[in-house]
């Protein structure tokens, strides 16, 4: 996500008024934007340099809860601080917001002021450093799909998340006039992100109600992972300015599809050049790119949990929905866990088709980097081309069913912690641990509907 707003450009628009806020953000563990609203004066004269956050930002749940058993914080040491140093190369105005200046921020360790290494910032760049070790780099798109809501954001709440209208009656996928209801809020949220310097594509009707997919330029993968993190808040600000709510849920409902985060990936080298093709080789896949698909089919199992991190996410692969249940590679096919796209061309890439619209887009991309190196490095040979319908195979290598599952694999994963480092695995599989501890102890709407009466 390259600046459109460098200091020098700020400091003017603060000294004659134009902009009178600046948020600078990190972004958590769930791939959240969090941090504080700076007067500008005071961040242009001060906090650009630095600022302090408390370290239970990258040790909590979606709810905020102070999480037991994280090594890197807890009650027993006070919940201390960390630096948030601003990165000025993210700086940008938001045109949804008046006055405001935005600024991704990097966690430090406030004594070290090295990075934090489970901050999900420093994840991504850890793996990126790896590539460019072997003279490479990451080009990718990520894909995000959500459900836009008649209700406000404060209805929802007060209705307990009950009775939600989807703001389309009817599938609406590639939709037109469905998609012209939507346009109070699809307009907007499409001109500000343009506005703020993201190159946004396209947005179109997807497979449900209310169902929306929003289509950002391809980048590198911290660019593009910056770019993603504010698109989501971007879109609940617009949408909630607008009187309306929207989900990222991997699965609002159960009659209801899943909504993706797609990743769209290629390695190449340091002067941009594709190295995932090769006019000589089938289907255009050069002998790199066979050794990275086959390293993310080997470790599928392990990366899982930054693909599909909550009880919830899993409940999006089903059978004849577009998310896949099979981790298995096809040319074109998008009933395949991994979708091989534009084959024969220079464009040719992977589509990981497994990640929900609830991930956390440096961790996946991270995973997805690690798993690729593993391959390469590995010289792994790619497996068979699956063809067909993916859904109805047997044989297959199936994705993790439930968060369980990919917990331990996550758990066990030694190709991760040599990648990542032993700690930050820990760090991540207690996140995992205790997502499903929480939900475990809570009892749910369908156990009480289902069994008041009749139990």
């Known amino acids: 996500m390259a600046a459109n707003l460098s200091f020098k450009e700020l400091t003017k628009l603060v000294e004659d008024g134009s902009i009178d806020t600046v948020v600078a953000a990190i972004p958590d563990m769930q791939g959240r934007l969090m941090g504080k609203r700076f007067q500008a004066q005071y961040f242009v004269d001060t906090a650009w340099e630095e600022s302090h956050c408390c370290k239970y930002l990258v040790a909590t749940d979606l709810e905020m809860t102070p999480v037991e058993h994280y090594k890197s914080t807890s009650w027993s040491s006070g919940h201390g601080d960390y630096v948030m140093k601003p990165d000025l190369s993210t700086m940008r105005r938001l045109p949804w917001l008046k006055g405001t200046a935005f600024v991704l921020c990097d966690l430090l360790d406030h004594a070290s002021h090295k990075d934090v290494p489970h901050s999900p910032r420093a994840i991504l760049k850890k793996q990126l450093a790896r590539l460019a070790e072997h003279g490479l780099t990451m080009t990718t798109a990520t894909e995000l799909e959500f459900f836009i809501f008649r209700e406000s954001f404060e209805q929802m709440q007060d209705h307990k998340y009950h009775d939600m209208t989807p703001v389309s009656p009817y599938n609406e996928d590639y939709h037109i006039f469905q998609t012209t209801r939507e346009e109070g809020v699809m307009q907007p949220i499409r001109n500000g992100l343009y506005g703020a310097g993201i190159r946004v594509e396209s947005s179109k009707g997807e497979a449900d109600p209310g169902q929306v997919e929003l289509n950002i330029h391809y980048s590198d993968a911290l660019d593009m992972a910056d770019t993603h993190v504010l698109v989501k808040n971007a879109v609940k600000e617009i949408a909630w300015q607008n009187g309306r709510s929207v989900t990222f849920m991997a699965k609002w409902h159960h009659s209801a599809a899943g909504s993706s985060g797609h990743i769209h990936q290629a390695l190449c080298d340091k002067k941009g050049k594709s190295v995932f093709y090769d006019p000589k080789a089938k289907h255009g896949m050069s002998k790199i790119m066979q050794q990275a698909l086959a390293g993310m089919l080997r470790h599928v199992d392990e990366t899982t949990f930054f693909l599909a991190p909550y009880v919830n996410s899993y409940k999006r692969f089903a059978a004849g929905t577009f998310a896949p249940t099979s981790a298995v590679w096809s040319v074109d096919n998008r009933t395949a866990g991994y979708r091989v796209v534009s084959p024969g061309t220079d464009a040719v890439r992977v589509e990981c088709r497994i990640g929900g619209a609830d991930m956390n887009p440096y ?28 859904y109805g195979a047997e044989e297959t290598r199936r994705i993790p069913k439930n968060l369980r599952a990919a917990t331990a694999a996550l758990r066990g994963s030694i190709m991760l912690r040599e990648a990542m480092g032993e700690d930050v695995i820990d760090h991540y599989v207690r996140a995992a641990e205790w997502e499903q501890e929480d939900f475990d102890r809570i009892v749910t709407d369908y156990e009480v509907r289902r069994g008041f009466e009749r139990a």
Do not use: H, P, V, Y
């Not at 961790?363 to 993916?390: C, P, R, W």
């Open 363 to 390: 961790l996946a991309l991270a995973a997805q980097i690690a798993s690729m190196l593993a391959g390469i490095d590995g010289k792994m040979t790619l497996e068979t081309e699956f063809s067909g319908n993916a």
